[in-house]
């Protein structure tokens, strides 16, 4: 039998609920955390307090190891004056939402934006639901609500000395009328939020309790293979299903679209063996000859192409450069990246003609509902997705919901059926989204003394909205120049130069490009904070005073970097062999910095990068033990691809199929990493993000502090750094 699980809008009379199809007697969880029961009402949409004083938090971003839900959670707690062990949380679903005239705002999670784009709203939320339950308590006791005070999930009378739990007035407090305007805490009386709280996820992950994608139960389940073709843009000639349709517990064999096919069994490694033993014909349509050496020659012709948009300038950069007494150039290229998420993509839907669900890990549940609802044929409103924790996104499960489509047309091919699709690992490296590829060419105009006149940085390559499909506002994207932009609050330089020109040739291969974690601020930093590490050398300047000239403009960026470097000992020697190197930038709301300390063993040309302190300004620290964890998470993330990471295109599609060919950080190659988390408030910003983009930069700078070599095509296993004899 399948049980019901509803949540209950009761202000305004409005009741909506949904079910999810889990047999829990047999031990099988629904996606949804441990929260409300049916008959429990929600104080409001983010607070849902039970009689025993458990507190349901409801949070609409999505978690995949970033910590966003208990960050999130300690927002809505904190102003809810909640007894922090008491805290539960759940997802609502994006269907709820729009039934709700989105009442949680915004499911996308991505950009670094969890809890910067909702930390007043869910704040809010807290404080709404605290004035709430102390009025509820206040009329009962028929005392003013001004005579009371909440802490920790008790409300107390203060003249009497009276107390009262929020589990006993929830229901009452439900039925109030809600302020419409409430008062939020000073960060600086934070008790919950700025601290360093265990995050609420990590028991469930660390049992296996947790629910993923791949791990959904259901009765009557059947899973789903599927190949497309491997070339970009190839179709499906012909395929023989007679040759595998007989196998064990194959159910169906069938054309996916143009170019995909699809089997149907009882279990998925029945499925993807019968799929692999199936001889397919594939027309590699336009697409079968291009390979690497032709992308690269199209982005080296555009940096030198006439036509380029401008993301960033001012004065007259190449009438300056004409003038300059000395010119120097470098030119760097960035590659395609996979996402390689250890979770590869899945879902579950049932279709039938009135209703379609879905169960999958997304980082933004209203986009896997509008993907949903145009496969299934359906409104959105007779659809509905429920989102499980993400076992890795970093940008892939965001903007694109390719593999919800395909689970939603296949389950349409067995109504009434659950079918869970889950793509192999060479699916998934080969159906990518993948970082886009870049060279950047920058040219710097000196004076007599050594003085930055002008600077010219030309970017050729792809653009991820145009990718998408997106419209761009006069030929421009502007996420092609994060890292790049004029001084504001988004991505800003942290240098001013008397001359600048920042501009962007578009070339779009046909290979799908995607949000990638850090997206263009990660090779935006490594080609200005190299060239800025040349141009120190060039001019036989120490890389921290030649930066500091150019950043006095710059208060937060500098105080990243001078952190950073003070903490490191900068201009005191380090141990013999080791070699230091710095970077700064500012993303996602965020100003950071990172000092490298690496060895080369000029023998062997291994690179051993013993130390990284880094630095993060995010205006307010909801938790600092989480962001420490991020910027750890991120220096792995960043070193994986400075070391090892790229993608080649040969005859149309990746060479990469598997880890054999895109490795990762070991764990003997981490190197220590020591954070300074220095919020100077007045601003928030995101963490997941911002330090990748410094990681590959200090650490190609103290490489060549340590060698002499530049490298400025990534990865560095492309090189050698042995010592010439």
Sequence with gaps: MNSRRSFLKIAGGLVVAFHIPFDAAAGEQPPIAKGASDATPEVNAWVVVKPDDTIVIRI???????????????????ELDADWSKVVTEYPSPGQNLARKRVWGSFSTGGSRGVRESHDYVRKGGAIARTMLVQAAADAWKVPASECVAAASVITHKPTGRT?????????AAKLTPPTEVALKDPKDWKLAGKRLARLDTVDKTTGAQVYGMDIKMPGLLNAAIKDCPVFGGTVKSFDASLIEKRPGIKKVFKLGDSAVVVVADTWWRAKSALDALPIEWDKGPNAKLSQKDINATLKAALDAPEAVVGNANGDAKAALQGAVRKVEAVYSFPWLNHATMETMNATAIWTPERCEVWTPTQNGEAALAATAEASGLPAAKCDVYKMHLGGGFGRRG???DWVTQVVKIAKEMPGTPVKLIWSREEDMLHGRYHPITQCKLTAG??????????????AGQSILASLGSTLKDGKDPVVFQGLNAPGPEAS?????????????????PVPAGFWRGVNLNQNSIYLECFMDELAHATKQDPLAFRRKLMADHPKHLAVL????????????????????????????SYVAACAEVSVDRKTGKVKIHRI????????????????????????????AALYGECTLKDGQMEQQNFDTYQMLKLDEMPKVESIIMPSGGFWGGVGEPTIAVAAPAVLNAIFAATGKRVRDLPLKNHSLVKKA
């Design 562 to 589: 001078n952190a950073v470097a003070e903490k490191a000992g900068w201009g005191k020697p380090a141990p013999k062999g080791v070699y230091r190197g710095l970077a700064q930038t500012m993303g996602f709301g």
């Design 399 to 401: 903007a694109t919901h």
């Design 164 to 172: 009262i739990s929020y589990g006993k007035v929830a229901d009452a």
């Design 493 to 509: 330089i942290g240098y001013s130069f008397p001359n600048l020109l920042v501009d962007h040739a578009m070339r779009n291969p």
């Design 613 to 640: 302190v880094a630095a993060t300004d995010p205006g307010y620290a909801v938790n600092p033990q989480q962001i420490e964890a991020q910027v750890e998470g991120s220096f792995v993330y960043g070193l994986s």
């Design 60 to 78: 609409a971003r999505s978690e995949m190891g970033q910590g966003t839900l208990t960050g999130l959670a300690q927002l809505v707690a904190e």
């Design 446 to 459: 000196l004076d007599a003394k050594g003085n930055v006149t002008a600077l010219h940085m030309r970017i």
